[in-house]
């Protein structure tokens, strides 16, 4: 995932001449940090990018709150199907029970 990050320009890293192994400053480690906590709360690398590039984090402010409102509407969805399922439950736990 690291060459990939590096492939779209998230972080940078810096060869040595007759070194096979890539080498990454504190600045491109923070960065891998930040890239890593922001894919665990399921932002997008396009998101992320842009995150990583806004210097004055309005964008940034604008990209978490969109990512709030799908997280609320995703809890939303999930509610109602566990209500469904639960309803379906109570049913079948009701057809059981007389058929007993």
Known sequence: ???YYEKL??????????????VYDKS????????????KLRIPLKQIECILNDPDQMSTLQILRENVRDINEEVAAL?????????FI?????GINKNI
């Open 28 to 39: 491109a480690i923070y960065r891998l940090q930040l890239i890593l906590i922001l894919r």
């Open 9 to 22: 320009g998230l972080i940078e890293s810096s060869c040595q001449e007759d070194y096979a192994y890539r």
């Open 90 to 94: 109570a049913h079948l736990d009701e």
């Open 1 to 3: 995932m690291i060459r």
């Open 79 to 87: 509610k109602t199907i566990r209500s469904i399922i639960d309803m």
